[in-house]
């Protein structure tokens, strides 16, 4: 075991605290006594150190909780793989939608002191939204397709953008004019703020009614505009002060500042035009504080961030939201005669669609049934990852949740399943 490793396991123990470490979630002594095999949790091991040597992703780290216990906290491969640079526990990466769960529970937060609920029409804290359209394709007479421009049959909600049921898109080049108008307007400019990004979304149709269709999207781009109008405070200062600081997330923010820049994780060439992706540096500084996938943290920042969904919404004596919202946030909230988005197949076995055992909740999915779903798992259990190819999930009937880090876009879908069936199998009480 390296140094660092060394110190980040007696930090564990006796409470300090190191960048690396989860603060205040003790370590097991053995994985056994959390019902874990080590010699199983090795195959795990063997087989990230085998993805790393088959230049299949740069590095990653992986952090498994049980009971409230560290069962493991290891990196694996670089952290810049190039300069050889070997990762480290305390890595930080850019986590992209995991950004997502965050604000929502700063929206939650909102709804808990009465200024906000989730029925609320989006119109009531941005005007502009209570005339936005819908585009509805109309066949003509010559089999030609054209777009006709509807009201909402009923007002977009603040329950809609939680769960992405809002009618809103993300941009994309191609066919679909709606898509398309989001890359004219250029609503994801770096150089916008939140509310310059609101005002060019209320202006563009959108692609479904409200409540409708669960289409991935810009929603909790906009939730973080409504946090901002709610609250009074730039997204950012909100989320600092009402769950970052509070959670003692040190290393979580929409960047970091430059005396931890060479801790940021770096992606390698990969992809079929074997290129480095462009994930921004973690020092890189943005107008727009993107609530939809602008932040970074590290594996342990992120643990104790699910730590306090484990306790019901308090950690180290400091409470976030209640137990009944936790409750709300981790049920289906999607509707029995919900539709899926046209392209809903690029997300493969993580599809929140019933007929893949899944739903969604309020800022990530939520797994319904056993058995529909490829992989391994419990309903009641909630995830979701970002871009970049980071991902978590809670299990909370196994008392388990999981923090899976690392930078390699095209790697992303195989390691997400990867870790379903690797730390699921190395369980066996």
């Known amino acids: 075991m390296s140094t660092l490793r060394l110190a980040a396991a007696a930090a564990l123990l ?12 003790p370590k097991v002594q053995t994985p056994e006594e959390v019902g874990f095999l080590s010699t199983r949790l090795k195959t795990l091991s063997d087989r990230l150190n085998d993805g790393v040597k088959n230049n299949e992703l740069p590095g ?7 009971n409230g216990k560290i069962v493991l906290f290891e990196s694996y491969g670089f ?25 929502t529970v700063a929206a939650m937060i909102l709804m808990e002191e009465g200024k906000l609920t989730l029925q609320d029409p989006v119109s009531r804290f941005i005007p502009a939204f209570a005339e936005t359209k819908v585009a509805v394709p109309k066949k003509k007479d010559d089999g030609t397709v054209e777009i006709a421009l ?40 770096r150089g916008q703020t939140n509310a310059e990004m609101a005002d060019k979304l209320a202006k563009l149709a959108l692609l479904y009614q409200p409540g409708t269709t669960w289409e ?23 989320i600092e002060e009402r769950i970052t600081k509070p959670l003692k997330m040190g290393d979580t923010a929409f960047e970091v500042s430059a005396d931890k820049k060479a801790r940021g994780a770096k992606a390698m060439k990969e992809g079929p035009k074997n290129e480095v992706p462009a994930i921004p540096d973690i020092t890189e500084k943005f107008t727009w ?27 180290d004596g400091v409470r976030l939201i209640s137990r009944k919202t936790i409750d709300l946030m981790t049920a289906d909230a999607l509707p ?33 049934e056993v058995g529909r779903n490829p992989l391994p798992g419990t309903p009641g259990d909630h995830y979701w990852g970002g871009a970049y190819g980071t991902y978590f999930w809670h299990d909370p009937k196994e008392r388990l949740y999981v923090v899976y880090m690392m930078q390699s876009p095209a790697a992303r879908l195989r390691y997400r399943y990867l870790m379903r069936d690797l730390v699921y199998q190395a369980m066996v009480n």
């Open 14 to 25: 006796i409470g300090t605290a190191l960048p690396a470490v989860a603060q205040g979630i």
């Open 60 to 66: 990653a780290v992986v952090l498994i909780v049980r």
């Open 79 to 103: 952290r810049d793989k190039d300069a050889k640079v070997p990762m480290t526990n305390d890595t930080i990466f850019r986590i992209a939608s995991m950004t997502k769960p965050i604000v």
């Open 150 to 189: 509807e009201p909402q049959t009923r007002p977009m909600t603040v329950q809609d953008l939680m769960r992405h049921t809002s009618g809103l898109t993300y941009g994309a080049a191609g066919a679909n004019p709606v898509k398309q108008s989001y890359l004219d307007m250029k609503v994801n400019d």
């Open 216 to 238: 991935y999207s810009m929603s909790t781009d906009l939730l973080g505009r409504v946090v901002e109008v709610v609250s009074g405070m730039p997204l950012d200062r909100f």
């Open 289 to 315: 504080r993107s609530g939809g996938g602008g932040m970074v943290s590290t594996a342990a920042d992120y643990a104790r961030f699910l730590q306090m969904f484990a306790n019901g919404g308090q950690l």
């Open 336 to 368: 029995p005669d919900i539709r899926m988005g046209a392209d809903m197949f690029r997300f493969e076995a993580l599809e929140p669609s019933a007929r893949m055992g899944q739903g969604f909740g309020l800022g990530f999915a939520v797994r319904t």
